[in-house]
T-cell receptor, first 117, second 114 residues
Framework: AQTVTQSQPEMSVQEAETVTLSCTYDTSESDYYLFWYKQPPSRQMILVIRQEAYKQQNATENRFSVNFQKAAKSFSLKISDSQLGDAAMYFCARGYNYGGATNKLIFGTGTLLAVQP | NAGVTQTPKFRVLKTGQSMTLLCAQDMNHEYMYWYRQDPGMGLRLIHYSVGEGTTAKGEVPDGYNVSRLKKQNFLLGLESAAPSQTSVYFC?????????????FGPGTRLTVT
């Protein structure tokens, strides 16, 4: 079964501090894509960061970076200098192939991040 | 450029009623998707489409039908609503498969079936 596991239902971080959200996944493919999406109270799903499995270098987007451990099938998200606007539900997702193209996402159950002022 | 829009934003149905959720995108994307989001379960794929006139089943297709008559629109139908279909429904689109980039999501539709 294709699964994505987020073992932390809730996390809390002080403003300006760093927090790491965990994600592990299951796959038999060698090439795939991993994503972190943010869902604030508005419900809008927003892409935070994207990692291609064949790239060894960890993706970085401003204050957001990932620690991609392909052998361990681990894909954690690090948020540096946390801001109040980072408070949201964060979903890890893996793209997988169907019909010859990577076009479907499997989502984890989410981690609710609270940012304390 | 509105991105992905969904109609309606909220709806309450009685068991057995039918309704159609409309998703529209103005980005000329080939791929479109319907997900449902339930507490503690993340998003699950209901149906998707890889181009105009095509549809395919996702993880949880039972009780739903879809149509993609125009490239920009993807309709999700509930023929006979059940309380188990109470959920938040999200539509998404992408230019090609995920190898080409991300999925863009609509704002969601909250559906309650009583």
């Amino acid at each position: 079964a294709q699964t994505v596991t987020q073992s932390q239902p809730e996390m809390s971080v002080q403003e300006a501090e760093t927090v790491t959200l965990s994600c592990t996944y299951d796959t038999s493919e060698s090439d795939y894509y991993l994503f972190w999406y943010k869902q604030p109270p508005s419900r809008q799903m927003i892409l935070v960061i994207r990692q291609e499995a064949y790239k060894q270098q960890n993706a970085t987007e401003n204050r957001f970076s990932v620690n991609f451990q392909k052998a361990a099938k681990s894909f954690s998200l690090k948020i540096s200098d946390s801001q109040l606007g980072d408070a949201a539900m964060y979903f890890c997702a893996r793209g997988y192939n169907y019909g010859g193209a990577t076009n479907k996402l499997i989502f984890g159950t989410g981690t609710l991040l609270a940012v304390q002022p | 450029n509105a991105g992905v829009t969904q109609t309606p934003k909220f709806r309450v149905l009685k068991t057995g009623q039918s309704m159609t959720l409309l998703c529209a995108q103005d980005m000329n994307h080939e791929y479109m998707y319907w997900y449902r989001q339930d507490p503690g379960m993340g998003l699950r794929l209901i149906h998707y489409s890889v181009g105009e006139g095509t549809t395919a089943k996702g993880e949880v297709p039972d009780g739903y039908n879809v149509s993609r008559l125009k490239k920009q629109n993807f309709l999700l139908g509930l023929e006979s609503a059940a309380p188990s279909q109470t959920s938040v429904y999200f539509c998404a689109s992408s230019r090609e498969g995920l190898a080409a980039g991300e999925q863009y999501f609509g704002p969601g539709t909250r559906l309650t079936v009583t």
